[in-house]
């Protein structure tokens, strides 16, 4: 895809699909260009619509949150029915707050070149940290929570924020449809030129009608009980665009009943690079 509507730009889609030789020993190309510029200028109405329309649902959700809180400090005095009421208030209002932060998390993302300046990023470290912090949501669950490194310091060039985000999501979305019981195995490994993170959960998997949008946007899995699906639908999405924005990818391996790895795979910071600083 060719141009970028948000520089003024039209934005133009090429298609090359290879033609086999004839019978006389020529080959060639069809070559199919686009005008995708509508399109591009319409996807981009409907972030910038979601996007603020998130922004202006954060302060109301705030004060909705605030005030079940403080009407539950009261719990002595109410009813038995009227505070299972605030509970409820408040478990949907912090759960609206999420995919208002992750709607805005995301449209910040997609909205062109970061701000941050990509620096020395020691991904083992960050998996080493997030691990960490999900430790105690894995024992709540009764799930076993791994982490092998098996190529020591991995360093990157990137955005550490960004990153440890990533991280966090594909941890969290693992543990989260695990079932009690359950592994879910971290891996951070180089490979050539590559840094190579795995999240491997048992969980039911993801059947293959689902893989090919399970990294879009509002896109949950269907597999499991309905607790399970409680989440956005963005985390994935956030992941996949991090990844681009660090010239790199996620991938998905899954078999439905056997569970499901994640590969985020980036560029590893070049050997000949100025020597990282120690974390």
């Known amino acids: ?18 033609l086999a030789e004839t019978g006389d020993g020529r080959s060639g190309i069809v070559m199919v260009l686009r005008d995708i510029t509508d399109a591009r200028r319409a996807e981009n109405m409907g972030r910038e619509l979601v996007a603020n329309a998130s922004h202006e649902l954060r302060t109301p959700l705030a004060i909705m949150a605030a005030t079940a809180e403080t009407m539950l400090t009261w719990s002595d005095q109410l009813p038995p029915q009227h505070r299972e009421f605030l509970e409820i208030i408040g478990r949907q209002a912090e759960r609206m707050q999420q995919l ?14 970061p701000e941050e300046k990509m620096e020395p990023v020691n991904l083992a470290e960050i998996t080493r ?80 009608a689902e893989q090919r ?5 509002f896109v949950r899995g269907r597999a499991g009980d309905a607790s399970r699906t409680e989440g956005s639908g963005l985390g ?7 990844a681009v924005i660090h010239g790199g990818r996620v991938e998905l391996d899954s078999t439905p009943g056997q569970g499901s790895t994640f590969r985020l795979v980036l560029p590893r910071r070049p050997a000949t690079a100025d020597a990282a600083p120690a974390t």
């Open 1 to 18: 895809e060719l141009g970028d509507v948000r520089a003024g730009e039209r934005a133009i889609s090429v298609t090359m699909t290879p």
């Open 236 to 242: 994935l999405a956030i992941v996949r665009r991090i």
């Open 213 to 217: 949008e399970i990294f879009e946007r």
């Open 129 to 208: 940290q997030v691990t960490a912090t999900l430790r105690s949501t894995a024992e709540a669950k009764a799930l076993r929570l791994s982490i092998t490194n098996e190529s020591g310091d991995v360093w990157i060039n990137g955005i550490e924020a960004h990153l440890i985000g990533a991280v966090t999501n594909l941890v969290d979305n693992a543990l989260r449809y695990t079932p009690s019981g359950g592994t879910v195995s971290v891996t951070v490994t180089a490979a050539g030129d590559d840094a190579h993170l795995y999240v491997t959960d048992t969980g039911p998997g993801i059947p293959p």
């Open 100 to 113: 208002v932060r992750e709607t805005l998390e995301l449209s910040r993302l997609e909205a062109g070149p």
